[in-house]
């Protein structure tokens, strides 16, 4: 059993991506395989959103460990069950991320959302109900930051509040494990005005899928 606390995370914001490429095939294996473009130009440890037909891969972020010619693997993404991965649906496009920026002087973090939901039921000869897992709650991080409307991660995240575009972000934890998400990211700009602390605005992150964890 390991516990760790989270003191030294890091947390960093795409702040630039590549052009999109077609992925016309993706393997339904351990790790997936993707076919990409010729040209395509991805190499080795490349980070990439993936936009693809399979509803649990797409808005995905994920890291490229291997390349042969036009065929890129997605380290530890696997695409095996094929009632969640239909052979052949999972066809779409990746552009690669070319950019981080750190956000800074977080002061508190908190999550929301992401219950499971059920669907409760009760047959007239039992004497108990039973459940069945439906659908999980949209699901959303937050983060109190220092305000300084000067700071590189202040003035990504406000760009990325006005435009609405959505954004991978990589979060470092001590470990060297890593955390990537995607999400569409809110700012709320009006600072906390509270008598002896520090003034603080608030960073949401609405995100868009289950996160992609690697080792390191």
């Known amino acids: 059993m390991t516990v760790r606390v989270p003191n030294g995370s890091l947390i960093h914001i795409a702040s630039g991506y590549g052009s999109v490429k ?29 936009t693809s037909g399979w509803s649990r891969l797409t808005d995905k972020i994920v890291r490229v460990s291997a390349v042969a010619t036009n ?15 239909p052979p052949g649906n999972g066809v779409g496009t990746v552009r690669e991320i070319t ?11 908190g999550s929301n959302g992401g219950e499971q939901q059920f669907l409760e039921y009760q047959f007239l000869e039992g004497d108990a109900q039973k459940r069945i ?10 983060f109190s930051v220092g305000d300084d409307d000067t700071l590189a991660g202040y003035i990504l995240a406000a760009a990325a509040n006005d ?20 999400a569409y990211i809110s700012l709320n700009k009006t600072p906390s005005l509270t008598v ?12 868009l899928n289950e996160p992609v964890r690697y080792a390191s």
């Open 163 to 182: 435009d609405r575009l959505q954004r991978a972000v990589r979060i470092t934890l001590p470990s060297g494990a890593l955390l990537f998400y995607n």
């Open 22 to 50: 077609t992925m016309s095939a993706v393997t339904n294996a351990s790790p997936a395989v993707a076919t990409l473009e010729t040209s395509h130009g991805v190499i080795v440890s490349d980070i990439l959103e993936v």
């Open 133 to 142: 897992p439906t659908f999980k709650n949209a699901a959303g991080l937050t």
């Open 196 to 207: 002896n602390e520090l003034m603080a605005v608030e960073v949401t992150l609405s995100l």
């Open 99 to 109: 950019g981080w920026t750190q956000l800074t002087q977080i002061l508190q973090s």
């Open 71 to 85: 065929d890129v693997t997605l380290e530890g993404y696997s695409t095996t069950l094929t009632s969640i991965y």
